[in-house]
């Protein structure tokens, strides 16, 4: 009875982890700070790599990992100080 | 007398009740707190006693374990190293964090009686 | 016995995740989301470990080792960009 408890306890995060990245995505596209937007897109990635862990892959998830979390934010941020940060009209 | 096993595992059983506590005081706490100095506090709450010490009793829990076969020694020897990597890195990071946001004035000390590094913050 | 115990932690975590994702969204100033995103972070490094000793493939514990580094990553990123304005590219 534990192991079936179990199971849909971790079905039930996958559910709830997907609805909230997509609202997190949903914030980064409405979002006129860019800055706040590559926070919200990390928040995304986060939340992204428990969703692949629970599916047992271990080799998505270390190359996920640097990519999203690591090197996005680091090539938009040095983009966003050459250019503007507050998105115009 | 106790076993070597019993002992190790309720030492280990201890340590992750103590870290799922602190990790609800820790979410609790963000919320209580007026501003962003006081949240350093309940940030610190949750990364030291919220996941260092509860991965010092997952390793004491998985040598015990006889169910994973050979394999439990490694996982008990990778999550000493990740306790002793998050030891190190977690306080570092929010100190950088905290500092770069006092010099560009981000954000302000809202209660506040005086704040001696720069006295336009205060209040 | 032990694995009852197991099972309610990771709940508990599960539950401080959701209040500290709420957080994350909603806060005031670009600090505290980073400070939010760092727990998440950090929580979920001892959700990993939990898991893969829950589900006896314990060779999943390489997975948060650079979890843990990268997310140190992000603090210095932000830090250089609100003190100095670029990274220095």
Known sequence: ?89 | MLSIEAVLRGVGAALLCLGAFAGLVSAIGFYRFKNFYLRLHAATVGTIWGCVFPLIGASLISVTMDELGEVKWFAAGASIVTAAIVFLLAPAGSHALARAVHRAHVARVQPCISDALDPNLCG | ?89
């Open chain 3, 1 to 89: 016995m032990i694995a009852e115990i197991i099972l309610a932690v990771i709940i508990i975590y599960i539950i401080s995740i959701i209040l500290l994702v709420i957080k994350a969204i909603k806060g005031p100033t670009i600090g505290d989301q980073v400070l939010a995103i760092d727990v998440i972070t950090y929580i979920t490094v001892v959700l990993f470990v939990l898991t893969s000793i829950y589900m006896k493939a314990a060779l999943l514990i390489v997975i948060a080792i650079p979890l843990a580094l990268w997310i140190y990553a992000l603090d210095i990123y932000i830090a250089k960009y609100l003190e100095e304005g670029d990274l220095g590219a």
């Open chain 1, 1 to 89: 009875m534990w192991r079936m408890i179990a199971e849909t306890i971790i079905y039930l995060i996958m559910a709830c982890t997907s609805i909230a990245s997509t609202i997190a995505v949903y914030l980064t596209i409405k979002e006129k700070d860019l800055v706040k937007a590559v926070i919200y897109s990390a928040l995304q990635s986060a939340l992204y790599t428990i969703i692949y862990f629970l599916l047992l892959t271990p080799d998505v998830v270390l190359v996920y990992l640097p990519v999203a979390v690591g090197l996005i934010p680091g090539v938009f941020l040095i983009l966003i100080s050459k250019t503007e940060r507050w998105e115009k009209e």
